[in-house]
């Protein structure tokens, strides 16, 4: 709130005095450099012609920048040098042009160090120029970030490729699976028959029975 009362009020001051300075330079214009440079011979001027150019276009350029709000610090330094120039070398013989003189000196250095304010183009110039400079800062941010990020990926080793990942120029296309061949089971042993009592194997054979003597026919 504050703020926005001083803007407002800094408005007005530019405009005020700055018109008021734009209304003599003009009148002097209107009136021509002769016959204002006849009043600058009654007020003692020394040399009333070039006197009569540099305050015309001083207070006509000044004037309109102070209204702009262009340039406000140094324009309002500039007609502070003119109107006291004015006072010590051709015041004027009027105790009301004397005191108008004296007021818009005041004027002008206090705008010079009060500033512009908001309300003017110097601002809207600021501003514009914190805009660039914040997006030319931005654009060098996201430029060291890009050169970091790619200097990183360099550093870092490449991933092997995985063991599933088909080589170029390898055979992908569908083959049917081999059919297993069905295992052969061992065939079952016979089982030995069982040895009869008496028998004897010799070497894995059966050993005969031994032939019993026949009874002789005697007795």
């Not at 008021?20 to 330079?25: L, Q, T, V």
């Not at 010590?88 to 500033?115: D, H």
């Amino acid at each position: 709130m504050k703020q926005g009362l001083r803007d407002i009020a800094a408005l007005v001051a530019r405009v005020g005095v700055g018109g008021i300075f734009f209304a003599n330079g003009w009148t002097k214009l209107e009136d021509g450099l002769t016959a204002t440079g006849a009043k600058f011979l009654q007020q003692g001027a020394p040399a009333p012609g070039a006197w009569a150019t540099v305050t015309m276009l001083t207070e006509l350029i000044g004037g309109a920048l102070l209204i702009a709000g262009l340039a406000v610090s140094a324009t309002g330094l500039i007609l502070f040098a003119e109107a006291l120039a004015v006072f010590v070398v051709a015041p004027p013989l009027n105790p009301i042009s004397l005191n108008e003189l004296i007021l818009l000196g005041t004027a002008s250095i206090l705008l010079a160090v009060v500033g512009a304010g908001r309300l003017s183009v110097d601002h809207m110039v600021v501003i514009r120029r914190r805009e660039t400079e914040a997006a030319n800062e931005f654009a060098a941010d996201a430029e060291a970030d890009r050169v970091i990020a790619s200097l990183r990926d360099s550093d870092e080793p490449a991933p092997e490729p995985a063991k599933d990942a088909v080589s170029p120029g390898e055979d992908t296309a569908p083959h049917p699976r081999p059919r297993a061949e069905p295992v052969k089971k061992p065939a079952a042993e016979e089982p030995a028959p069982a040895p009869v009592a008496g028998d004897t194997l010799v070497a894995g054979r059966k050993k005969p029975a031994p032939r019993g003597r026949r009874p002789s026919a005697e007795g």
